[in-house]
């Protein structure tokens, strides 16, 4: 949940408040009602701008994430302590081989038009999201899934509604976690195919308010690029312990306008913060940081003409080159502001490995390249190395370790325009004119950046990932064709066959390995070499490891949120 970050959803809206897929009397009448509802039991947040999708199967990034897990609910959740709890699911039960689950769910499950939840609403869902004609971007987690003889997900649910059996295709160490995200949420078909034209467009049964769902809170008004407010869920399994009967969203991107919203008492918690405020905002009590399992990153577009006229080594060598350059540590320290660790690796550095143990460790069956600083090169500025590797690529130097007027390099770097991505791009503008390189910086609104993203209309763009779950696959299958690597948050480094770009095949092999592999201690031992072989092409540059930083109001508890970056408002109460 490419990730991520932060960061929202892709599609297209046509459906009315009016039409057929679901709005209920419940939802009306709370509509209607909502000036009653007491200061006290309303909270207003803002965590991003407008969204396009919100069906959980469609959903690509965090602040998405956020929007799903507050409006739908699967058999799993995460609970305070981070750790993933039974929702929906009353028992689980599992064969020695981890191959086959079978999951019962709890009785009275209720959609909220009141109409009953069953099993069978998972079964549609999974096959619904691993269908590609739903082009859903997280489909390719639905490949955990062995296949049966259809050549459909081996999902079954039984005839009576109160069990949904699954097979495996390999043991999979994570797959709990996956049972909480948001892709694995059930949706209701008759309100999905309500809609006129859901065959081509999946997500239009919930483009607008009043759509049934089954979380603690359902859409009752949208204001598009304005507002959205939710009202609780009476139907939700877990009511009695929703205190809020409404959340409230301010739909915006203007980091600075949110956060005068905030200031001015008209939302109760905002993120992301404006860049240029951290630093008068620490040492506020409403000012919090909390942990991440995610990666901030540089990456380029291994096609761009660029690279042309190089062989692959030599691309490799120039993108690699660049990345000596990045002052990771003035970055942490005067942009991003929130004691982020400085990257040299592409896998996060609290991510677990799979195989009871922490992946960015040099241990005895494993040695990064640059032991002292347990990476792929040192975390300080090295000229020296970026010439060599750019001289190996066929330029030219004088005297100053500048580049040649004869072999210049000119780079155009991409990024949304928020104050964090703003002030990075021109603290590598400085980084690469060390040596002469010279770089133009194009800013976009999120949905533009993201489009262009996609289809590659970059030579170098802000990257960012936070982990969909806990393990190091999630962040290397991300870089395999058919997954979502050209999705949010992603890095479209294309698979085309230029002269110039990487071969991928023996990376793209492995990554299969690694998902069949039932040897623990073997995969691990794969997903180094996976990113062994990512971090050798230079496609990714790392420069630091999430956190996140946001404001609470002191009179709000209980809202929290995972390393995943993904918030739960639903047991929120104000005081």
């Given at each position: 949940m490419k990730k991520l970050i932060a960061l929202v959803l892709t599609g297209a809206m046509t459906m009315s408040l009016l039409?057929?897929?679901?709005?209920?009397?419940?939802?009306?009448?709370?509509?209607?009602?909502?000036?009653?509802?007491?200061?006290?039991?309303?909270?207003?947040?803002?965590?991003?701008?407008?969204?396009?999708?919100?069906?959980?199967?469609?959903?690509a990034t965090v602040d998405g994430a956020?929007?799903?897990?507050?409006?739908?609910?699967?058999?799993?959740?995460?609970?305070?302590?981070?750790?993933?709890?039974?929702?929906?699911?009353a028992d689980m039960q599992a064969s020695e081989d981890g191959l086959e689950y079978t999951f019962t769910l709890k009785d009275d499950l209720k959609w909220s038009d009141g109409s009953d939840l069953t099993a069978k609403d998972f079964e549609y869902a999974w096959k619904r999201a691993a269908n590609p004609?739903?082009?859903?971007?997280?489909?390719?987690?639905?490949?955990?899934?062995?296949?049966?003889a259809n050549d459909e997900i081996d999902v079954k649910a039984s005839d009576d509604g109160k069990t949904i059996s699954c097979k495996l295709a390999a043991p999979c160490p994570y797959f709990m976690n996956l049972l909480a995200f948001p892709v694995f949420m059930p949706v209701k078909q008759e309100a999905v195919e309500s809609a006129s034209d859901w065959q081509t467009n999946p997500g239009s049964w919930c483009s607008e308010a009043g759509f049934v769902s089954n979380g603690a809170f359902t859409l009752a008004e949208w204001n598009h690029n304005e507002s959205m407010r939710y009202v609780k869920n009476p139907y939700f399994y877990d009511a009695d312990n929703v205190k809020l009967e409404e959340l409230d969203y301010m739909l915006s991107a203007d980091d600075s306008a949110k956060l005068a919203a905030y200031n001015a008492g008209d939302i109760d918690y905002v993120y992301p913060l404006p860049n240029d405020e951290l630093a008068n905002l620490k040492g506020n009590?409403?000012?919090?940081?909390?942990?991440?399992?995610?990666?901030?990153?540089?990456?380029?577009?291994?096609?761009?003409?660029?690279?042309?006229?190089?062989?692959?080594?030599?691309?490799?060598?120039?993108?690699?080159a660049l990345g000596y350059l990045i002052d990771r540590q003035t970055v942490v320290d005067n942009i991003a502001q929130t004691e982020q660790l400085p990257a040299n690796t592409f896998i996060p550095d609290a991510m677990s490995d799979g195989n009871g143990g922490i992946f960015r460790t040099n241990d005895g069956d494993y040695?990064?390249?640059?032991?002292?600083?347990?990476?792929?090169?040192?975390?300080?500025?090295?000229?020296?190395?970026?010439?060599?590797l750019l001289k190996e690529a066929g330029y030219e130097f004088d005297?100053?370790?500048?580049?040649?007027?004869?072999?210049?390099?000119?780079?155009?770097?991409?990024?949304?325009?928020?104050?964090?991505?703003?002030?990075?791009?021109?603290?590598?503008?400085?980084?690469?004119?060390?040596?002469?390189?010279?770089?133009?910086?194009?800013?976009?609104?999120?949905?533009?950046?993201?489009n262009d993203r996609n289809n590659g209309n970059?030579?170098?763009?802000?990257?960012?990932?936070?982990?969909?779950y806990d393990d190091p696959i999630n962040m290397l299958e991300m870089f395999v064709p058919n997954t979502n690597d050209s999705g949010n948050d992603h890095p479209r480094l294309g698979f085309e066959s230029t002269d110039y770009a990487p071969d991928w095949t023996e990376y793209m092999d492995l990554i299969k390995e690694i998902k069949a592999d039932a040897d623990f201690a073997d995969r691990e031992a794969k997903m180094h070499k996976a990113e062994d072989l990512l971090m050798d092409t230079g496609a990714v540059s790392p420069i630091y490891f999430y956190n996140v930083a946001y404001m609470q109001k002191a009179n709000v508890t209980g809202v929290y949120q995972n390393v995943f970056g993904t918030i739960y408002f639903l047991y929120a109460s104000k005081s």
């Amino acid at each position: 949940m490419k990730k991520l970050i932060a960061l929202v959803l892709t599609g297209a809206m046509t459906m009315s408040l009016l039409s057929g897929c679901g709005s209920s009397g419940n939802a009306s009448t709370a509509s209607e009602s909502a000036s009653n509802v007491s200061a006290d039991a309303k909270l207003s947040v803002c965590i991003a701008s407008e969204p396009d999708h919100l069906d959980p199967a469609l959903n690509a990034t965090v602040d998405g994430a956020a929007l799903a897990v507050n409006s739908f609910v699967g058999l799993y959740t995460y609970d305070e302590a981070g750790e993933v709890v039974p929702a929906l699911a009353a028992d689980m039960q599992a064969s020695e081989d981890g191959l086959e689950y079978t999951f019962t769910l709890k009785d009275d499950l209720k959609w909220s038009d009141g109409s009953d939840l069953t099993a069978k609403d998972f079964e549609y869902a999974w096959k619904r999201a691993a269908n590609p004609e739903t082009a859903a971007d997280y489909a390719y987690l639905m490949d955990v899934f062995a296949k049966d003889a259809n050549d459909e997900i081996d999902v079954k649910a039984s005839d009576d509604g109160k069990t949904i059996s699954c097979k495996l295709a390999a043991p999979c160490p994570y797959f709990m976690n996956l049972l909480a995200f948001p892709v694995f949420m059930p949706v209701k078909q008759e309100a999905v195919e309500s809609a006129s034209d859901w065959q081509t467009n999946p997500g239009s049964w919930c483009s607008e308010a009043g759509f049934v769902s089954n979380g603690a809170f359902t859409l009752a008004e949208w204001n598009h690029n304005e507002s959205m407010r939710y009202v609780k869920n009476p139907y939700f399994y877990d009511a009695d312990n929703v205190k809020l009967e409404e959340l409230d969203y301010m739909l915006s991107a203007d980091d600075s306008a949110k956060l005068a919203a905030y200031n001015a008492g008209d939302i109760d918690y905002v993120y992301p913060l404006p860049n240029d405020e951290l630093a008068n905002l620490k040492g506020n009590e409403e000012f919090h940081v909390d942990p991440q399992i995610g990666t901030y990153y540089v990456t380029f577009n291994v096609n761009s003409s660029i690279f042309e006229g190089k062989t692959p080594e030599q691309a490799s060598n120039m993108r690699k080159a660049l990345g000596y350059l990045i002052d990771r540590q003035t970055v942490v320290d005067n942009i991003a502001q929130t004691e982020q660790l400085p990257a040299n690796t592409f896998i996060p550095d609290a991510m677990s490995d799979g195989n009871g143990g922490i992946f960015r460790t040099n241990d005895g069956d494993y040695k990064y390249p640059d032991e002292a600083s347990t990476g792929y090169f040192p975390l300080e500025v090295n000229i020296d190395k970026a010439v060599e590797l750019l001289k190996e690529a066929g330029y030219e130097f004088d005297d100053n370790n500048m580049l040649s007027s004869s072999t210049p390099i000119h780079l155009n770097y991409l990024t949304n325009d928020t104050t964090l991505h703003l002030a990075v791009s021109q603290q590598l503008q400085q980084d690469f004119a060390q040596i002469g390189v010279t770089m133009d910086i194009q800013t976009e609104d999120w949905q533009t950046f993201i489009n262009d993203r996609n289809n590659g209309n970059y030579d170098v763009c802000r990257g960012g990932w936070v982990a969909d779950y806990d393990d190091p696959i999630n962040m290397l299958e991300m870089f395999v064709p058919n997954t979502n690597d050209s999705g949010n948050d992603h890095p479209r480094l294309g698979f085309e066959s230029t002269d110039y770009a990487p071969d991928w095949t023996e990376y793209m092999d492995l990554i299969k390995e690694i998902k069949a592999d039932a040897d623990f201690a073997d995969r691990e031992a794969k997903m180094h070499k996976a990113e062994d072989l990512l971090m050798d092409t230079g496609a990714v540059s790392p420069i630091y490891f999430y956190n996140v930083a946001y404001m609470q109001k002191a009179n709000v508890t209980g809202v929290y949120q995972n390393v995943f970056g993904t918030i739960y408002f639903l047991y929120a109460s104000k005081s």
